[in-house]
């Protein structure tokens, strides 16, 4: 089992700055694969950023250039840090983790006024 926790969320205007947090527990020395995707109000879940152990990253195009994933040593820490934010990025942030099967997060509420 892992176990995902969330913080950073919160309310920004746009061109503004977050950073979100995921702290895992559990069995982490078999994540392989941390990330995070977004759930907008009548919108299906989207993909954000992931990022492997070995450190490779990929992001949706929507966030490229904005946005960057990224760990701490141990790697039971994934941070988003998300630059020039849009109204458009408004969405519950999920962190999820890929160990034996997929796990997530609980979410964080993000939202960007205009």
């Known amino acids: 089992q892992v176990q995902l926790v969330e913080s950073g969320g919160g309310l920004v205007q746009a061109g503004g700055s977050l950073r979100l947090s995921c702290a895992a527990s559990?069995?982490?020395?078999?994540?392989?694969?941390m990330g995070w995707y977004r759930q907008a109000p009548g919108k299906q879940r989207e993909l954000v950023a992931t990022?492997?152990?070995?450190?490779?990253?990929n992001y949706a195009d929507s966030v490229k250039g904005r946005f960057t994933i990224s760990t701490d040593n141990a790697n039971d820490t994934v941070y988003l840090q998300m630059n020039s934010l849009k109204p458009e990025d408004t969405a519950v942030y999920y962190c999820?983790?890929?160990?034996?099967?997929?796990?997530w997060g609980q979410g964080t509420q993000v939202t960007v006024s205009s």
């Open positions: 999820t983790a890929v160990a034996t099967m997929r796990y």
């Open positions: 990022i492997t152990s070995g450190g490779s990253t």
């Open positions: 559990g069995i982490i020395y078999r994540i392989n694969t």
